[in-house]
């Protein structure tokens, strides 16, 4: 499995159900007497998730332990603080996971060593993933022949979207090239990319993507609608979905009507629809005439959908505009994927640092840290002070 | 050094007496001085020159073989000489030069060229290193520059015979690019030569993130696998790759209105169509899809070569965007058929157009690089017979493409072969040794520059010998294309790549 973003959303009852789907996922593999778990990166959603979210995760990692059912991972571009610290290292010195990306640095190429699973054999290693591919350099150093000479059954975890295989969305995105993995490995487990993919590749073995355990956008609950993972056995894969509701997309083209207009539309479409115990998303998009967006009553719209009790409702109008934004220009995408973009943008004009994009990503991950529980005011504004410091050189 | 003295022609052909001790060049450069001024020529023919009759000088040549005496001819230096023709390139005055429009007093002397003499010939602002500048055999340490973001744009044209190094100055032009954020190059490589797989290439270059590589086979570390996928096709992109008949393209034009993204594949397993198609055209449009995308159906459509059913969704957008980063692609064409070839070389240039025309609409496009397309053999989508058959985006590129800061690099061996209104819209032309007539006129006809008379220097240009005709340059320069592996050395040494030490954070001992 990949991208479980345990604590993900900021809504209550999503980030509630984000986190249920990776104990759903623990329940089947226990279930299904599987010989072990990989985990491709970005368990958590943040290097240092809240206290609940960490208790339901050990939990579950526990329940496996308990199983015999070894846990391998790989830090994803997620699981990172600013200053390199993540959660995943408390969890492998407790003994519930095995952080797999190990090895050393010989003559700035980047040795990687093998974690041989007991039960089976299976000899595992990788490459975590950071943000912004500022692991693309781990990829370029790697010194792939030795892993590529050695012998058995090889598996190979990875947090990086392949060039070659990417989806639409990572259009004019750099990203790593198949050709920098090593070859000759059996299972290829992939992750930071949120679709589902599997593939059996001439040289390299079966590569897969198995998306996250949840969906982590609005883009993804319409896309996906459920999250899920492989069970491999025997050079075959099996996809697991985690269905833990049943969801409902609604679209509304927009374009030439007025607010007035768009409510009765809405309307008329969730009057039809059953929507009860279900996730629904609207998706907005178009040019309303004669009248603002703030014209159209979501507020009336949302109470009427609440009537019908659903899961959670929830709306996007990112592609919805009005004259009265005509100009302004609408960012698609994830938050990450908007930031990796900015930051690429900014940094391509600026020469003030040796590698600016490793910076302003780094920067920005500082801001980002949440207060930690407990934490003070003063205490939690001196360590981002720190941490952007250390990040600057000052 | 004096090389000579004028002694009459006209202003298209200026006769010098050549000093004996002095040997003059075709091509070579010489001054003469008038009044503060002076003159740039170039010699273009010799011939012998004698103050006896052509019977005495038979008669003393005979003596020498037949009867082998030491018969001599008194003051031979004065008697028997050389006559140079030469023409004007440009006036010099100070350090400015002008198209010339006088001749050289009578008697003027003729004088080697000077870096001094040279001094008009600056580095323009977004300079592409051609090579250096040459006077007959001999390289000047001179370097001649053209502005790279105006050449390109308006094509170049290298035409050449085999062997005479188009191959070596492509790969400098291309190396000097690298640098340049003013110009992104693709490159259809169809002897994968310039990436250098196991040879110095482009691979070396001290900014090699620059370069971009897609190849079908092997990808080397960090480079890409080139997939395409199927979807991405349109029946625009087959125009100069496959012919159809009319029928042939209504009915896949039929289906992609019907099918969309998915036409081809819905054509291949003849899903239902709204018109009329013949059992036999449909069998014919499958069986030349099939062969050209390397495709097998069994109920079923698989991909067997780089056309791909779910890999390459980005594939030309992502080449896009990196021209538009001015870096470098090249696509190792080598293992394609020609056809294939130019179907992918099409997709992308198509791709690349329809962004430049978008950003030309929104009034971006001075903020874009100029993109150059490398093109070789390029009678193969410019050709006359090619053409005849319909228009296709390198026809179109030719013709307009510099509107839209797109242009050719077109690399050929028979530029007769190329319409004469395309070969006058490549208004650079980098003239490699061409020993065939029909060719050299082709190029004569159509440089930027008067090369009536340069035809015989053409053909005597010699392997790195280049006669640049350029509508961006005051004359036709002539330069030594310097030896690839040279430059490349010299090039390394300006550069100290990787200066920051990386970081390999996260990485467990172990």
């Not at chain 1, 490995?185 to 040289?203: C, L, M, Q, W």
């Not at chain 1, 996809?239 to 009765?264: A, M, W, Y």
């Amino acid at each position: 499995m990949a991208d479980c973003h345990i604590g993900s959303w900021r809504d209550p009852k999503l980030r509630e159900i984000s986190t249920e789907a990776f104990s759903k996922s623990v329940d089947i593999c226990i279930e299904r007497k599987v010989d072990f778990v990989l985990i491709s990166g970005d368990f958590f959603n943040t290097s240092l998730p809240s206290i609940d979210r960490l208790k339901v995760a050990v939990n579950k990692l526990r329940q496996l332990k308990e199983n015999w059912i070894p846990v391998y991972i790989i830090p994803g571009s997620h699981d990172f603080s600013p200053s390199g610290k993540t959660m995943l290292d408390v969890l492998e010195e407790a003994g519930l996971m095995i952080n797999v990306v190990k090895g050393s640095i010989v003559d700035e190429r980047l040795r990687l060593s093998f974690t041989i699973d007991k039960k089976t054999g299976a000899k595992i290693t990788g490459i975590l993933g950071k943000r912004g591919m500022l692991d693309r350099h781990y990829y370029e150093a790697l010194d792939k022949e030795p892993l590529e000479r050695e012998e058995g059954f090889k598996i190979f975890m990875f947090h990086t979207a392949i060039e070659e295989f990417k989806p639409s969305d990572f259009e004019g995105i750099n990203v790593s090239p198949l050709s920098t993995l090593p070859k000759n490995f059996n299972y290829y487990a992939g992750g930071h990319v949120h679709y589902v993919f599997s593939r059996k590749v001439e040289d390299y073995g079966l590569i897969s993507y198995p998306g996250p355990l949840f969906p982590n956008s609005f883009k993804e609950l319409e896309e996906l609608g459920c999250g899920g993972f492989y069970i491999y056995e025997d050079g075959n894969l099996e996809r697991v979905k985690i269905e833990l509701l049943k969801t409902l997309h609604l679209s509304f083209s927009c374009s030439g009507k007025n607010p007035k207009q768009v409510n009765d539309m809405v309307m008329t479409r969730i009057e039809s629809e059953d929507i009860k115990d279900k996730l629904i998303t609207l998706r907005f998009y178009g040019k309303i005439v004669d009248g603002k967006i703030s014209e159209i009553d979501f507020g009336h719209i949302f109470s009427e959908i609440a009537k019908k009790r659903p899961y959670l409702a929830v709306k996007n109008t990112n592609a919805l505009s009005s004259d009265e934004f005509e100009d302004m220009k609408v960012e698609m995408g994830s938050a990450d994927e908007i930031e990796e973009r900015a930051v690429k943008e900014q940094s391509s004009g600026l020469s003030l640092f040796s590698d600016e994009a490793e910076m302003l990503q780094k920067l920005i991950n500082t801001f980002n840290t949440e207060k930690k529980e407990g934490e003070r005011q003063i205490d939690f504004e001196e360590r981002i002070v720190k941490e952007a410091s250390e990040t600057l050189n000052l | 050094m004096i090389a000579g003295r004028v002694i009459g022609g006209d202003f298209s052909r200026i006769l010098a007496r050549q000093k004996s001790d002095y040997a003059m060049e075709l091509g070579e450069l010489l001054v003469a001085e008038k009044d503060g001024e002076k003159i740039l020529l170039q010699v273009f023919d010799l011939v012998y020159g004698s103050q006896m009759s052509q019977q005495n000088l038979e008669l003393i040549s005979g003596f020498q073989l037949e009867e082998d005496s030491e018969i001599e001819v008194m003051d031979t230096k004065l008697r028997n000489y050389n006559i140079a023709a030469l023409k004007t390139l440009v006036g010099i005055k100070g350090n400015k030069a002008s198209m010339c429009k006088n001749l050289p007093a009578f008697f003027s002397e003729l004088r080697q060229v000077t870096n001094d003499d040279l001094a008009f010939i600056t580095k323009p602002k977004n300079p592409i290193f051609i090579g250096k500048l040459r006077s007959g055999s001999k390289a000047l340490d001179v370097d001649v520059f053209l502005d790279g973001s105006k050449v390109f744009a308006h094509h170049i044209l290298i035409p050449a015979t085999t062997g005479k190094g188009k191959s070596n100055l492509t790969k400098c032009l291309l190396w000097d690019s690298v640098d340049k954020e003013y110009c992104g190059i693709l490159v259809l490589d169809p002897h994968d030569e310039y990436y250098g797989r196991t040879e110095l290439g482009l691979k070396d270059h001290p900014m090699k993130d620059k370069i971009v590589y897609y190849t079908p086979r092997s990808a080397p570390s960090g480079q890409r696998t080139l997939k395409i996928n199927l979807n991405l096709l349109r029946p625009s992109h087959f125009a100069g790759s496959l012919a159809f008949t009319d029928a042939q393209g209504d009915a896949i034009n039929a289906y992609y209105r019907k099918y969309g993204d998915t036409w081809i594949e819905a054509l291949l397993l003849e899903q239902q169509i709204d018109v009329q198609v013949q059992d036999y055209t449909k069998a014919v449009v499958k069986r030349k899809l099939i062969n050209l995308l390397d495709l097998s159906v069994n109920n079923k459509v698989y991909c067997n070569g780089i056309f791909d059913s779910t890999a390459g969704q980005t594939t030309l957008v992502d080449i896009a965007a990196e021209l538009e980063k001015g870096n470098i692609v090249i696509l190792d064409t080598s293992s394609f058929s020609g056809n294939l070839e130019i179907l992918i070389g099409s997709m992308i240039a198509l791709e690349i157009l329809d962004r430049y025309k978008a950003s030309k609409m929104k009034g971006s496009l001075e903020e874009k690089p100029v993109i150059s397309i490398v093109i070789e053999e390029a009678p193969r989508v410019l050709g006359k017979d090619v053409l005849d058959a319909g228009p296709n985006v390198f026809s179109m590129i030719a013709r307009e493409g510099r509107k839209f800061k797109i242009g050719l690099t077109a690399i050929t061996q028979l530029p007769s072969l190329i319409p004469r209104d395309i070969l006058a819209n490549m208004n650079t032309k980098i003239v490699l040794g061409i020993e065939m007539a029909p060719e050299r006129q082709a190029i004569i006809e159509s440089a930027s520059q008067d090369l009536s008379n340069d035809g015989r220097t053409i053909a005597s240009l010699d392997i790195g010998e280049a006669l640049i005709t350029s509508n961006f340059a005051k004359f036709a320069i002539p330069v030594k294309i310097p030896f690839f592996d040279d430059f490349v050395k010299g090039y390394q040494n300006k550069f100290n790549a990787d200066k920051y030490s990386k970081s390999f954070s996260g990485i467990k001992k172990g």
